[in-house]
């Protein structure tokens, strides 16, 4: 790079990604950062809508307690005091029966022989004490699961789950990401939520405070359609209009096929290879009873166009009006090509009605509805897959971040957050800075999880 004045850095796309590398930035010095969002909010898929005055996430989402860096800017925001921790129920509903496997009655009811149930208690035990699964990048779900448990275990549960994140059978999900993703024990422990709030708004909008606060220009409603370059380097980002903004350095935040759509060529290693799941999110309000009320429900029959329902108001009973409750149907696709995808709202509605009426037998009558269709929602952890590198090979003022390169973890808010924030230090060490962010999510430490 060899500027000595401070380099101006655009960050491409105002996800939380994108948000956390320009606070990083900014916090550690740096003058000029501009924020490029198309949406008309910062938060990207973290972010809301609203309904009768009551703000809703996209989709599900709740406070996982192993996500630091997540709680580190909560803390930030003084939003973390607020948070309440609740153990919740989380179904398999199979053949038109629901089983709890979160407790030993509903475990020991659920079909599956005796002796699978054993290696499946097994496998999780060693699951929970290996952190360390990147020996299985090269490996997929599958073998990981016939090598610990057998393939009964992979028949009656993980074939379902990786259909029900993927749309892909074990073989062809990454053993790595399973391995890692077992370990963190997500649904065993507590979520974490706000009450009278929906928490990723009170994230959202802290951090959009803490970007003004520190300096960051942020331009909302704004597509980046192209990004020009000269000399190897990107020099200015074309924004819908024409106008250019250019810059010393650029960081991409967006999902990677759509930075591959803008710069006119690009040969970084992986890049090129990562495709993206899509996601189908219905949101509704209702007042009508429901019976077995569980906070997150699979569909594991596979037979029907959700994969899971959520019930928003068991995690967050004050989310939305006093007595609602808020329901959310969730599908995730192999990628946005595939039919359910492309169907009309009227008929993806019959179609989450039908399965509403499976799971709690009665005709859904919502009040309000709030339909979600995510293209790119995350990239598709297959077998073999890697993290790109943090910088471009073929641009080289071009840096990445986002949760394409955090495999093998889980997707999620505070891997988003992280991402930025590693890429942001990484800037700032070549510009021989310290990142003061970064130091502090490293010491961070939850002291307490009170219940609500
Ligand atoms: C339904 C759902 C449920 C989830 N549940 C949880 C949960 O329970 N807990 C949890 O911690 N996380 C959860 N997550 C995941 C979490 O929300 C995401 O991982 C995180 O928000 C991703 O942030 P990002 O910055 O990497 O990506 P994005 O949010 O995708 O950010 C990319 C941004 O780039 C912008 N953009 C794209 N193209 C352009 C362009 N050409 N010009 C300008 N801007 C552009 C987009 O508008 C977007 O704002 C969930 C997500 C969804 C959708």
Redesign the pocket.
């Known amino acids: 790079m060899g500027e000595t004045r401070s380099p101006s850095v655009v960050v491409?796309?105002?996800?939380?990604?994108?948000?956390a590398a320009a606070l990083t930035l900014a916090r550690g010095g740096l003058h000029e950062v501009t924020v490029?969002?198309?949406?008309s909010a910062?938060?990207?898929?973290?972010?809301s809508f609203e309904r009768d005055g009551h703000f809703y996430?996209?989709?599900?989402?709740?406070?996982?307690h192993r996500?630091r860096t997540?709680l580190y800017f909560l803390d930030l925001l003084g939003a973390l005091p607020s948070v309440r921790w609740r153990p919740v129920r989380m179904l398999f509903h199979l053949d038109g029966q629901a089983y709890d496997l979160g407790t030993p009655a509903g475990f020991l009811r659920y079909p599956m022989s005796l002796p699978d149930k054993l290696r499946f208690a097994r496998l999780m035990l060693i699951a929970f004490g290996r952190k360390d699964w990147s020996g299985w990048e090269d490996r997929s779900a599958a073998e990981l699961v016939d090598r610990f448990a057998g393939p009964g275990v992979r028949r009656s549960i993980f074939e379902r789950l990786t259909r029900l994140k993927f749309e892909l059978p074990c073989d062809e999900v990454s053993g790595a990401w399973l391995g890692a993703r077992l370990h963190y024990r997500e649904g065993s422990a507590p979520?974490g939520y706000i009450p009278g709030a929906n928490w990723?708004k009170v994230l959202c909008d802290g951090l959009t405070r803490k970007l003004e606060e520190a300096g960051v220009r942020v331009r909302l409603r704004?597509?980046?359609?192209r990004l020009h370059t000269e000399n190897g380097r990107v020099v200015a980002a074309e924004l819908e209009g024409g106008e250019r903004v250019a810059g010393d350095v650029f960081i991409s935040?967006?999902?990677t096929e759509?930075y591959r759509g803008?710069v006119p060529r690009e040969d970084t290693p992986v890049l090129g290879e990562i495709r993206y799941s899509a996601?189908l999110?219905v949101v509704c309000a209702t007042r009508q009873p429901i019976s077995d009320r569980a906070y997150w429900t699979n569909l594991a029959s596979l037979d029907r166009a959700a994969g899971a329902i959520f019930l928003l108001t068991e995690l967050n009973p004050t989310i939305g009006r006093p007595g609602d409750t808020c329901i959310?149907f969730?599908t995730h696709l192999r990628d946005r090509n595939r039919p359910l995808f492309q169907e009309s709202d009227e008929h993806l509605m019959a179609r989450y009605r039908d399965d509403f009426k499976a799971v709690f037998g009665g005709e859904l009558d919502p009040f309000w509805t709030n339909i979600?269709r995510?293209p790119?929602?995350?990239p598709v952890f297959g077998r073999h897959y890697r993290n790109p590198p943090m910088r471009s090979t073929s641009w080289r003022n071009t840096w990445f971040?986002?949760?394409y390169r955090t495999f093998p973890s889980i997707?999620?808010?505070?891997?988003?957050l992280g991402?930025?924030v590693e890429t942001g230090t990484a800037l700032l060490a070549e510009l021989g800075r310290r990142a003061e962010l970064s130091e502090a999510v490293s010491r961070f430490r939850l002291r307490s999880m009170p219940r609500g």
């Open positions: 491409l796309g105002g996800g939380l990604s994108g948000i490029i969002e198309r949406g910062l938060g990207g898929l973290a972010g996430p996209l989709g599900y989402h709740q406070i996982l996500d997540l979520f990723t704004t597509r980046v359609e935040t967006v999902p759509i803008l996601l999110s959310n969730v979600a995510v790119m929602y995350s971040a986002g949760n997707v999620s808010t505070g891997t988003a991402s930025g």
